[in-house]
């Protein structure tokens, strides 16, 4: 496949945290066996483009992914 972004077909990955200012006071008041904050797994995948060869450097490996 070219090396264009739409041509990808590995997701890029993250994980985020995810802020929450009452944590701290709930796990206080509540006192859970463990305190684990919330985290958010992003995963960008490659779209569609309106491009007449994309689907000759995607495939349809990327749908995978989904």
């Not at 008041?29 to 305190?35: M, Q």
């Not at 995963?43 to 995978?64: K, R």
């Amino acid at each position: 496949a070219e090396n264009f972004p739409f041509c990808t077909i590995e997701p890029n990955e993250s994980r985020v945290p995810v802020p929450d200012t009452r944590f701290d006071y709930l796990c206080e008041y509540f006192l859970p066996l463990s305190n684990v904050p919330a985290f958010l797994n992003v995963v960008d995948i490659a779209g569609l483009v309106n491009v007449a060869n994309v689907f000759q450097c995607l495939g349809n490996a990327f749908l995978s992914h989904i």
